[in-house]
């Protein structure tokens, strides 16, 4: 190796925090990758560290925040699961704001984001079934512009996103829902603490005079990418919201879900687990409960 290819294959990492979001994106379009909270990062370095140049969004008031406008709210993709779970929202997003207390521990939610949480892509990331119930979409930036994706199109997969290289996601933003729209949020693990999920549900239910109008159910750890289940909610849509109402779901509405065998559970383990917490999750959802692990 020559000497000037040696010194570039030993030059130090570059670890740097932009005063506002046109310099961090000009980073990126450079080479440089995204750092935030960063415990997805730095669980994936190992031992063996940082390796590449990074840009700390982390700080950026462009990405961080709540906000509602223009029939919308918009949550900045910096914003921390810890600011999620104190923010005042809608009774719609009390499954989020569920879900937001059963990432990781606090300590992790007081430094990881939404949007690392939704770029890490797992398949039983906490966030994304109660964000798919929302009718989320993900602002994408980059020196070429602007562009929006519906959560349910941005993750392709495990481990695997529509995030070009030179974007950050900018926000998460939700349709304000209807005011008549409650919702809940169950997660099952091995333990009560610190639980990669064997099965989550997010259910939302917009009820309007003692009816289900509508019906939002949302499934993760079941399948490569959580997801929505329309023969579930067309089932539960336009009946009374009473007691005895999660028990008209059956297993046949749960076969779209592709669940994998692994040491948590099995495949057949899991399916029937999603029932059984999403049958728990629309009588809660109907008594005003948001749920959380079980």
């Avoid at 990405?63 to 999620?84: H, M, N, P, Q, Y």
């Avoid at 079934?129 to 994706?149: F, I, K, Q, T, Y």
Wanted: hydrophobic content about 45%; overall charge neutral; some cysteine.
């Amino acid at each position: 190796m020559h000497t000037n290819e040696l010194l570039r294959a030993k030059a130090p990492n570059v670890f740097v925090r932009p005063a506002n979001l046109e310099d961090a994106l000009d980073r990126l379009g450079a080479g440089a990758r995204i750092f935030a909270g960063g415990t997805d990062v730095m669980t994936t370095a190992g031992e063996a560290g940082l390796d590449g140049d990074f840009v700390d969004v982390s700080r950026l008031a462009e990405l961080s925040g709540i906000v509602r406008t223009g029939g919308e709210i918009r949550i900045g993709g910096a914003t921390t699961w810890a600011a999620i779970s104190a923010a005042e929202l809608p009774p719609a997003f009390d499954a989020l704001k569920a879900a937001a207390r059963e990432v990781g521990s606090i300590q992790i939610q007081n430094r990881a984001t939404v949007a690392g949480n939704l770029c890490n892509a797992s398949p039983a990331a906490d966030g994304v079934p109660p964000l798919l119930a929302l009718d989320a979409e993900v602002e994408l930036a980059s020196r070429r512009g602007l562009r929006r994706l519906p959560l349910a199109r941005f993750i392709a997969g495990p481990r695997r996103t529509e995030l070009a290289a030179d974007e950050v996601l900018r926000a998460v933003v939700c349709p304000t829902p209807p005011g008549g729209m409650r919702s809940t949020f169950l997660k099952l693990g091995a333990r009560r603490y610190l639980v990669i999920s064997i099965a989550m549900v997010a259910v939302g239910l917009e009820i309007e005079g003692g009816i289900v109008k509508a019906a939002r159910l949302a499934v993760g750890a079941c399948s490569p990418v959580a997801m929505r289940l329309p023969a579930a909610e067309a089932r539960l849509a336009n009946k009374p919201a009473r007691g005895g109402l999660g028990a008209q779901l059956n297993i046949a509405d749960f076969e779209d879900l592709a669940p994998i065998d692994d040491v948590r559970a099995s495949a057949d383990y899991r399916r029937a687990a999603a029932l059984t917490l999403t049958r728990r999750a629309v009588e809660l959802c109907i008594c005003g409960e948001s749920g959380g692990a079980v």
